[in-house]
């Protein structure tokens, strides 16, 4: 079984929606992150959680919202969905990294959405 | 701020091509260096990385070296495979941030392998 997944992993939406993508790990990792992907700009980091307490924003949070319900699962939401929100969103979860050490992250499958 | 540079392709090699994918990078620290895997329809791994200067990653083949004087990480592999083809993201870390050491990738080079 996957150690991250997420759902659904496709999704069709139109504009005006409100939408939740969920993700859910396995590998029992405190910190926990949503990103999505666009093609030529790579990843950018929607929102991050450090544990189940702290949430923060990324550079790109404005038009979505997080939770975290609990050490393992992490949900994305978009509020009123618009077409500029069609990408392909990953979750990614990484462990508290060792003195020296920088963390690696362990990414989900994705979930390519659509906004008409 | 920090940033991450490659070339973004996409990139057709022969069978047994020797591959180079270029990234450099731009840092105010002192970060570690990466690179992801993405295979079609899944999401990123890693597949290899770097944490100081001339450390050399390597992972099923391929081999990139942290170049500080060039701030660079190309990505190098002597005889590419048809199931070498994805796309592959450099990205960096910046360890001297007391904040969260967001990682940030570049734009991805595509590549595909043919027979």
């Known amino acids: 079984d996957a150690d991250v997944t997420q759902t659904p992993r496709n999704r069709i939406t139109k504009t005006g929606k409100r939408i939740m993508l969920e993700c859910s790990q396995t590998?029992?990792?405190?910190?926990m992150y949503w990103y999505r992907q666009d093609p030529g700009l790579g990843l950018r980091l929607i929102y991050y959680?450090?544990?189940?307490?702290?949430?923060n924003k990324g550079e790109i949070s404005d038009g979505y919202s997080v939770s975290r319900q609990a050490q393992a699962k992490f949900s994305l939401s978009l509020e009123s969905a618009i077409p500029n929100q069609t990408a392909l969103y990953f979750c990614?979860?990484?462990?508290?990294?060792?003195?020296?050490?920088?963390?690696?992250?362990?990414f989900g499958p994705g979930t390519r959405l659509t906004v008409l | 701020g920090n940033s991450v540079t490659q070339m973004e392709g996409p990139v057709t090699l022969s069978e047994e091509a020797f591959l180079t994918i270029n990234c450099t990078y731009t840092?105010?620290?002192?970060?570690?260096l990466f690179w992801y895997v993405q295979y079609p329809g899944e999401g990123l791994q890693l597949l290899l990385k770097?944490?100081?200067?001339?450390d050399k990653g390597s992972n099923k083949g391929f081999e990139a070296t942290y170049r500080k004087e060039t701030t660079s990480f190309h990505l190098e592999k002597g005889s590419v495979q048809v199931s070498d083809s994805a796309v592959y993201f450099c990205?960096?870390?910046?360890?001297?941030?007391?904040?969260?050491?967001?990682?940030?990738f570049g734009p991805g080079t595509s590549l595909s392998v043919i027979p």
């Open positions: 770097a944490t100081k200067a001339d």
């Open positions: 990614a979860t990484s462990d508290l990294p060792l003195a020296g050490e920088t963390d690696t992250q362990y």
């Open positions: 840092a105010t620290g002192y970060p570690s």
């Open positions: 959680s450090f544990d189940v307490k702290d949430i």
């Open positions: 990205a960096l870390s910046d360890l001297l941030k007391t904040s969260y050491d967001k990682v940030i």
């Open positions: 590998k029992g990792h405190d910190r």
